[in-house]
């Protein structure tokens, strides 16, 4: 009887050493995946422990993820001792900012460039007030949108671990 051995391909899931990874494409991945995982297990402790949470992760490229349960303003807020009832971003003074900006988006497009393309010291005090406002809009919505995404990869992991609480 012969026996044919098979090699495997890959190494499979292994322990890793607890070290900073050096290799920049490696790194994003790693990031990009122990993300999800990170922000699977603080929706799983939200509904487990009926606890609000909040994980606020920068990457390597420097983008801004987060994740909260109800929503990461709203703990960050509550955490800060800012608990103004209402959740950062959602109000009416975003909408009017983002019309504002959008105004001066298409009034610069023709004229050689938008304000907030030039060197932080050449601008002025109005000019910064903008720019940190638009800041401001920026990261809130890019916590909502993470929101929605961590939240909706959760949901159905939610509806499982209810179904086996159920069970037991």
């Not at 790693?30 to 995982?37: D, I, L, V, W």
């Not at 007030?129 to 800041?135: D, P, T």
Request: hydrophobic share 40%; with cysteine; glycine share 12%.
């Amino acid at each position: 009887m012969e026996t044919s051995e098979k090699k495997k391909t890959t190494r499979g899931r292994q322990r890793i050493e607890i070290k900073k990874i050096q290799k920049r494409s490696q790194l994003q991945v790693t990031f990009s995946k122990r993300r999800a995982g990170l922000f699977k297990k603080a929706g799983e402790l939200s509904v487990l422990c009926s606890v609000d949470v909040a994980v606020i992760a920068v990457s390597p490229a420097g983008n801004v993820f987060a994740f909260g349960s109800p929503s990461a303003d709203a703990v960050v807020n509550r955490f800060l001792g800012r608990d103004s009832g209402e959740d950062v971003g959602h109000g009416g003074q975003w909408k009017a900012r983002y019309g504002e900006v959008e105004r001066e988006r298409e009034k610069a497009a023709g004229g050689g460039g938008f304000w907030w393309d030039r060197p932080v010291g050449e601008l002025g005090l109005g000019e910064l007030e903008r720019y940190m406002a638009a800041l401001e809009e920026l990261k809130c919505k890019v916590k909502r949108r993470a929101d929605e995404l961590a939240v909706a990869e959760v949901a159905g992991e939610m509806e499982r671990v209810s179904e086996r609480l159920a069970f037991y």
